[in-house]
Each structure stands twice: as structure tokens, then as C-alpha cells.
T-cell receptor, first 115, second 115 residues
């Protein structure tokens, strides 16, 4: 089955600097890679996703890159702000399959933005 | 998108007791999911709640410990039975809609502490 590894587990960056979180996956059949942000006391919320037919996707200050050959995907946050402090989860699944049992989450990265 | 309400948001329970968590969605959805998030950990799928039939449990989770009801397309309950301190976790209700193509929407979670 699919296995998703996420690094680092914790990350502290200066406000205004960039943050990068990396994930690897094992199942070459996976083709949908979402990223979720979980703020303290809240449930995870989708912030960006990428499908395997593209290598990069941007949405304002966040971007995700995918290297399908190496089975790596990464989240990039530029110009970090205090409200970016949260736990971030990567995930991998097969697009179009609506069962959550096929969505495998990484272990999470706690991002802290230093003022 | 879907708006999900969970009750209770938090509770402190005594060992050996049971607690039922409610999940209400603002629209009809085919599939509802229950996750467990142990302190500082990732998301683990407990089961898929199916309307009109028994829930489908993931490996390591059984109906006697986590009975689930799904009386209609907008509501589900999860009961944590005969609780022990190891059951102290955040329990999250989640849904996916056909249009979201894999995106999960989460409730804010129910934080249970078992003494």
C-alpha cells in the first residue's frame, strides 16, 4: 500500500522568509497530492493540491512542486506571515476515488513563524 | 464546500464510560468518515459511515469499540466505548463530495480526554 513520509516534523522560520516542506510517496499509481493546513483547535483544511499531469502549481504565496519520477512533492510558502503558523499535512491518493481510505496522510510538520 | 458541525467540541471522560460524538453536515453527502488524531500525530481513518448500511472499518478498529450510526445523508455519530486513557484523542468527522474529486472537508474535531 501507499506510504507517505514527510519532513521536517518541526520548522521554525523568520517572518518574511520562505518555508519548504517535503514529502515522498511509494505508490506510483498515486496521482493526486493535496496539502492540508491545521490551525490550533481546528480541523485540517485543504490549501493547495496538485495532480500528476503537472509539475508545479501556485496560489499566491504558496506553491507545490511534484517530481513524479523521484516520487517527491514539496510545499513552498514564501514571505511567511504569523498566520502561516500551523501544522501542515501532505497526502497522496488516486484522483477520482472518493473513498478516504485511499487518501494517505504524512506525519505532519509543525511550522512556527518567528516575529 | 461543506460545513461540518461536531458536538461536543471537547469533553473529559472517566475510564470505562462511553461517549457519543455527533456530526452534522449542511448538505447531503454520500460518504462520511471518522478520523482519529492522537496528540501530535497524523490522521488515522477509523471508518467510513455508509447511509443505510453498516460502517466499513479500517484495520485495527472494530465496531464494538467504535459503533457508528448514519441515519441519513447529513448526520452521523461515532461512539467511543469503554474508554481508556489511550482513547484520549481528537476525533474528526470528514466528508467528500462527488464534485470535490478527492478533497476532504473536516469538522473542527472533538477533543476527548480520558482520566
Amino acid at each position: 500500500g501507499e506510504n507517505v513520509e514527510q519532513h521536517p516534523s518541526t520548522l521554525s522560520v523568520q517572518e518574511g522568509d520562505s518555508a519548504v516542506i517535503k514529502c515522498t510517496y511509494s505508490d506510483s499509481a498515486s496521482n493526486y497530492f493535496p496539502w492540508y493546513k491545521q490551525e490550533l483547535g481546528k480541523g485540517p483544511q485543504l490549501i493547495i493540491d496538485i495532480r500528476s499531469n503537472v509539475g508545479e502549481k501556485k496560489d499566491q504565496r504558496i506553491a507545490v512542486t511534484l517530481n513524479k519520477t523521484a516520487k517527491h512533492f514539496s510545499l513552498h510558502i514564501t514571505e511567511t506571515q504569523p498566520e502561516d503558523s500551523a501544522v501542515y499535512f501532505c497526502a497522496a491518493s488516486m484522483s477520482g476515488y472518493s473513498s478516504a481510505s485511499k487518501i494517505i496522510f504524512g506525519s505532519g510538520t509543525r511550522l512556527s513563524i518567528r516575529p | 464546500s461543506a460545513v461540518i458541525s461536531q458536538k461536543p467540541s471537547r469533553d473529559i471522560c472517566q475510564r470505562g464510560t462511553s461517549l457519543t460524538i455527533q456530526c452534522q453536515v449542511d448538505s447531503q453527502v454520500t460518504m462520511m468518515f471518522w478520523y482519529r488524531q492522537q496528540p501530535g500525530q497524523s490522521l488515522t481513518l477509523i471508518a467510513t459511515a455508509n447511509q443505510g448500511s453498516e460502517a466499513t472499518y479500517e484495520s485495527g478498529f472494530v465496531i464494538d469499540k467504535f459503533p457508528i450510526s448514519r441515519p441519513n445523508l447529513t448526520f452521523s455519530t461515532l461512539t467511543v466505548s469503554n474508554m481508556s486513557p489511550e482513547d484520549s484523542s481528537i476525533y474528526l468527522c470528514s466528508v467528500t463530495s462527488g464534485a470535490s474529486d478527492g478533497e476532504l472537508f473536516f469538522g473542527e474535531g472533538s477533543r476527548l480526554t480520558v482520566l
